[in-house]
T-cell receptor
């Protein structure tokens, strides 16, 4: 079974600085999806960024980018120019491409990010 | 607007009193899931459905039931809630081949 680990329960960063959230995962599959979700105080789950494992290029969405290291099974999220609105819980998640595994996301424990003004 | 809706958003109940949390999606998605979120554990899948009348257990199914009589609806049933089911619950849906899951707004359940 796949597992996802976020080893940083909490992180903090100064506004306008850059922060990196770590995520590692374990799988025997060669093709899969990885995601970062943001959960603000409203509790809504918001997709931040996705990465397809067969794509070498790291995904980027505006100030958010990932460092995907497939061999190391690492998937970190970098937030540049941090803003107060980035304060939230961030979850790393894995989804299989196989039919039997594609029906669920496997989540990490979450990292609570605080932005200091 | 494409969305997943859940009701109620907040619920406080007592041990043993049956309850149902409704979930509905308007995107014609085949896949639907229920997750629970607990501090330090992230989200864990309770049950999922791959289509109408097709449901199966996720990672933490004990104490829960589901049904999928219509494609758009996927209610979560707690027939005899216990305090360890106090949690934040999310319904999610996706296409069979798509990569993104769409989440509902969450239901905060407290069982006393």
């Amino acid at each position: 079974a796949q597992t996802v680990t976020q080893s940083q329960p909490e992180m903090s960063v100064q506004e306008a600085e850059t922060v990196t959230l770590s995520c590692t995962y374990d799988t025997s599959e060669s093709d899969y999806y990885l995601f970062w979700y943001k959960q603000p105080p409203s509790r809504q789950m918001i997709l931040v960024i996705r990465q397809e494992a067969y794509k070498q290029q790291n995904a980027t969405e505006n100030r958010f980018s990932v460092n995907f290291q497939k061999a190391a099974k690492s998937f970190s999220l970098k937030i540049s120019d941090s803003q107060l609105g980035d304060a939230a819980m961030y979850f790393c998640a894995y989804r299989s491409t196989w039919i039997q595994g594609a029906q669920k996301l496997v989540f990490g424990q979450g990292t609570r990010l605080t932005i200091n003004p | 607007e494409a969305q997943v809706t859940q009701n109620p958003r907040y619920l406080i109940t007592v041990t043993g009193k049956k309850l149902t949390v409704t979930c509905s999606q308007n995107m014609n998605h085949e896949y639907m899931s229920w997750y629970r979120q607990d501090p330090g554990l992230g989200l864990r899948q309770i049950y999922y459905s791959m289509n109408v009348e097709v449901t199966d257990k996720g990672d933490v199914p004990e104490g829960y039931k589901v049904s999928r009589k219509e494609k758009r609806n996927f209610p979560l049933i707690l027939e005899s809630p216990s305090p360890n089911q106090t949690s934040l619950y999310f319904c999610a849906s996706s296409t069979r081949t798509g990569d993104e899951q769409y989440f509902g707004p969450g239901t905060r359940l407290t069982v006393t």
